[in-house]
């Protein structure tokens, strides 16, 4: 017999965050499988999907966060909790979202602080190892990656006046793509329509396989055997796009790497939510998306996806919707999968790769 969850969608609050958990139409599925959902009032409107949409299904709209997280056993959101959030979760909640608690020692804390258990969208692999979850933002990342990267190298936007593509037979812009996995992949094959010139590094040969084979634009390269530093000092956009589930992002890219590149270039870094392959990277946010370091435009935004929040709540939301049913049906804690992707349990983190990543962090 299947138990009632009481599920709440809270608004997003992370700067300029637009997307939501779960759009109206997996809501549905639950309110028929005889849970009750809760979302935060104009939860979904940023994506497209206002409260009627999520009335009319039988979907309860709460007020406010306070009344959402009071009303909800199982949470479901986009974001890693922010200040304001950690202070309505308590022992009795299951948060299920993204967390990349390797690079935030201070969320860590204050999470385990909270008592909740909390599952890591980013940390729950698949029978096949995969990451399920992550794969469909990766994929919008590496995409808005080059997009965004594209535009700050336009003069008006401070960059050194390329156009990635060129023009007719005219010099093509040159990137680089260190890591070649689902976001780093996304971005290649997106550069490579464009018609720019792309080198892309990483350690499995049959990536790199694969990369070759996208046309003469495309260069494909393990790191260990070629001159990463002169291919960055020549790239008018390099994209770090390193991922080691669960644990802080190597800096592969380092400083003098940085300080190399033509004043005007752009550094666009996609693993910024686990700390960020890029020295000389930090955290933005879409409010003020850039800073500039010895003249090489940085663009860090830790919610990339955010910025189409209808096409990435539609793919988020099929993504986790198999995960949430589970969940919700109280069956979850028997299973490899989402017992191996709790990063907070019982007052403590308690994922492997999350608490060896922490050890290193200052208190």
């Not at 022992?91 to 969320?107: K, V």
Request: glycine share 12%; hydrophobic share 45%.
């Amino acid at each position: 017999m299947v138990t009632t969850m009481r599920i709440g969608i809270p608004k997003e609050i992370k700067t300029l965050e637009g997307r939501v958990g779960l759009v109206p139409a997996v809501c549905a599925e639950l309110v028929r499988a005889g849970h009750e959902v809760f979302i935060e009032h104009d939860a979904g409107r940023r994506a497209g999907f206002p409260d009627a949409d999520y009335r009319n299904l039988g979907v309860h709209v709460a007020g406010d966060a306070d009344e959402l997280y009071a009303a909800a056993q199982l949470v479901v959101k986009v974001k890693e909790p922010q200040p304001s959030e950690l202070a309505l979760l308590n022992e009795r909640h299951l948060l299920f979202a993204y967390l990349h608690l390797a690079g935030d020692a201070t969320l860590a804390r204050g999470l385990a602080a909270t008592g909740c258990t909390a599952i890591a969208f980013e940390t729950v692999r698949d029978a096949n190892d995969r990451l399920p979850m992550l794969a469909p933002m990766s994929e919008i990342a590496g995409r808005l990656a080059v997009l965004h990267g594209g535009s700050f190298l336009l003069a008006p936007n401070g960059g050194r006046g390329v156009l990635l593509g060129g023009a007719g037979a005219d010099e093509h812009g040159r990137v680089t793509v260190i890591g070649g996995g689902v976001a780093g992949g996304s971005a290649v094959r997106t550069v490579a329509a464009l018609g720019a010139d792309v080198t892309v590094f990483d350690t499995q040969a049959t990536k790199l396989a694969e990369f070759q084979s996208l046309g003469g634009n495309v260069r494909a390269f393990d790191p260990r055997v070629a001159d990463v530093a002169a291919t960055v000092a020549d790239s008018d956009l390099v994209i770090g796009a390193v991922l080691i589930p669960g644990a802080r992002a190597p800096h592969v890219i380092s400083a003098e790497m940085v300080r190399a590149m033509r004043p005007g270039s752009v550094v666009v870094d996609v693993s910024i939510d686990q700390g960020g392959c890029v020295e000389t990277i930090r955290p933005t946010t879409y409010a003020e998306p850039t800073f500039v370091w010895e003249e090489v435009i940085h663009y860090g935004v830790t919610n990339m996806p955010g910025a189409v929040p209808h096409t990435a709540s539609l793919a988020l939301s099929a993504a986790i919707a198999p995960y949430v049913r589970r969940l919700a049906d109280g069956n979850w804690n028997t299973e490899d999968d989402l017992g191996q992707g709790t990063n907070v349990r019982d007052g403590r983190v308690v994922h492997p790769q999350v608490l060896a990543s922490l050890a290193g962090q200052d208190e």
